[in-house]
């Protein structure tokens, strides 16, 4: 069986090649694989399919997860009444986290430093303050 890449080439390919057909024959000919591809790469995904489940932490790695899943061809879903940073996916576990989710470690990894740096800018700036919470006072109770 091809490789999911593989086949993800030709049919970028075949879109360019439908898209320029000159003739009519050629356009259905490039349409009809296109269709056979497209109903394979259905076909090979849904194949040892799992439905999984992620809680990301905040909105904005919703965002990013979502906009990888749909890069790649996966069709994020929530159950109704799930949290919004509740997101599910049916795909192939080993290949969702070896594409999506380790480009999503790195893009959140980023996100996270950059708000970082802009907190701790906005902070000093700002607020004329370190902001650090290591050494706040403790209230002495009962006294």
Known sequence: ME???DIRAKLEKLEALFARGA???ER???GAALDRLTSKMTNA???GATELQYSLPDRWAVRIFVALCRKHGVKPYRYPRQRRTTVMVRVQPDAFER???SEFKTLHGELVAYFQHTVDHLIADAMRSDGDDSNMETPQIGR
């Open 3 to 5: 490789q999911t890449g």
């Open 28 to 30: 259905a000919a490039a």
């Open 23 to 25: 003739t009519a024959g």
């Open 99 to 101: 594409t999506v989710m």
């Open 45 to 47: 995904t849904d194949e």
